[in-house]
C-alpha cells in the first residue's frame, strides 16, 4: 500500500466517523469505518476503477458483511467523498504572530497538496471522481474548502487591524489574489513547476501591493 493510502487508513477512523450521519443503535466502529475505507482506497491501487467499483465488493475486500457499508453510507457516492476526506491533510496550525508566515503556511500547504496530486494516481483518480458530481463537489467545498478559506481570512483580517494590509480593499478578491497562482498552477497548468520558495514569492509579490501608502506631506515650498 502506497504512503498516501497507510497514511488515510490512519486517519479514516476518526474522519469517517465525523461525516457521515448518525444512526440510532450500536455505536459504530471505528476499526470497521477505517477497514471499509482502506479497502476503497486497495482496489484502486490494484487498478480498480471507480466504475468497477460496487458496494459488494468493497464489502468483501474488507471483511465485513455488505449491511456494515450500508450503514455507514448509503450509497458509493457518499463513500468516495469520506474516502476524499481520508486523503486530506490537516490545514497547518498557524502561529498568530506574523501575517507573512501564516500565509506563506497557507499557501505552502497548498502546493504541497498539488505536488501530492501530481504524484500519487490515486489521489487523482479520487479527486476526479469527487470533482465530476457538482453535489459531492459542493459539499466537500462545504465541509473542507471553507475552513480554509475562513483561515485564510482570518490572517487578512489581522493584517488590516495590524496595519500591514490596506483597509480598503476586498478581502475576498485580495485572497484570491494570494491563492490564485498557486491554484493554477497545481489544477490549471499542471505541466508547470510548483517549486519550493514558490509561496514566499507569491505572499511576498501580493503584500508588496497592498501595503498601507505613506500619507503625502504638505507640499514643498521652493
Given at each position: 500500500?502506497?504512503?498516501?493510502?497507510g497514511?488515510a487508513g490512519?486517519a479514516?477512523?476518526?474522519r469517517?466517523g465525523?461525516?457521515?450521519p448518525e444512526?440510532?443503535?450500536?455505536?459504530?466502529?471505528?476499526?470497521?469505518?477505517s477497514?471499509?475505507?482502506?479497502?476503497?482506497?486497495?482496489?484502486?491501487e490494484?487498478?480498480?476503477?471507480?466504475?468497477?467499483?460496487s458496494?459488494?465488493r468493497i464489502?468483501r475486500?474488507?471483511g465485513?458483511?455488505?449491511?456494515?457499508?450500508?450503514?455507514?453510507w448509503?450509497?458509493?457516492?457518499?463513500?468516495?467523498?469520506?474516502?476524499?476526506?481520508s486523503?486530506?491533510?490537516?490545514t497547518?496550525?498557524l502561529?498568530?504572530?506574523?501575517?507573512?508566515?501564516?500565509?506563506?503556511?497557507?499557501?505552502?500547504f497548498?502546493?504541497?497538496?498539488?505536488?501530492a496530486?501530481?504524484?500519487?494516481?490515486l489521489?487523482?483518480?479520487v479527486?476526479s471522481h469527487?470533482?465530476?458530481q457538482?453535489?459531492l463537489?459542493a459539499?466537500?467545498?462545504?465541509t473542507?474548502?471553507?475552513?480554509r478559506?475562513?483561515?485564510l481570512?482570518?490572517v487578512?483580517?489581522r493584517?488590516?487591524a495590524?496595519?500591514?494590509i490596506?483597509?480598503?480593499?476586498?478581502?475576498d478578491?485580495?485572497?484570491?489574489l494570494?491563492?490564485?497562482?498557486?491554484l493554477?498552477r497545481?489544477?490549471?497548468?499542471?505541466?508547470k513547476?510548483l517549486?519550493?520558495?514558490?509561496?514566499?514569492?507569491i505572499?511576498d509579490?501580493?503584500?508588496?501591493?497592498?501595503?498601507?501608502?505613506?500619507?503625502?506631506?504638505?507640499?514643498?515650498?521652493?
Open positions: 500500500m502506497s504512503r498516501v493510502a497514511d490512519a479514516a477512523g476518526a469517517a465525523a461525516v457521515a444512526r440510532r443503535g450500536r455505536p459504530r466502529s471505528a476499526a470497521a469505518d477497514a471499509i475505507i482502506e479497502a476503497v482506497l486497495r482496489l484502486i490494484d487498478g480498480c476503477s471507480i466504475g468497477e467499483l458496494m459488494e464489502a475486500e474488507a465485513v458483511g455488505k449491511a456494515t457499508v450500508y450503514r455507514r448509503p450509497g458509493k457516492s457518499a463513500l468516495m467523498l469520506d474516502v476524499m476526506r486523503l486530506d491533510a490537516p497547518p496550525p502561529d498568530g504572530i506574523s501575517v507573512r508566515d501564516d500565509l506563506v503556511s497557507l499557501l505552502e497548498l502546493r504541497r497538496r498539488g505536488l496530486k501530481r504524484s500519487s494516481a489521489l487523482r483518480t479527486v469527487v470533482q465530476a457538482p453535489e463537489w459539499e466537500y467545498h462545504e473542507v474548502v471553507r475552513a478559506h475562513e483561515a481570512l482570518g487578512l483580517r493584517g488590516v495590524g496595519g500591514e490596506r483597509a480598503d480593499r476586498d478581502l478578491a485580495l485572497a484570491d494570494f491563492i490564485g497562482p498557486m493554477a497545481a489544477i490549471l497548468h499542471e505541466w513547476e517549486p519550493e520558495g514558490f509561496s514566499e514569492d505572499v509579490m501580493v503584500l508588496e501591493g497592498v501595503r498601507p501608502r505613506p500619507e503625502a506631506g504638505p507640499p514643498r515650498t521652493v
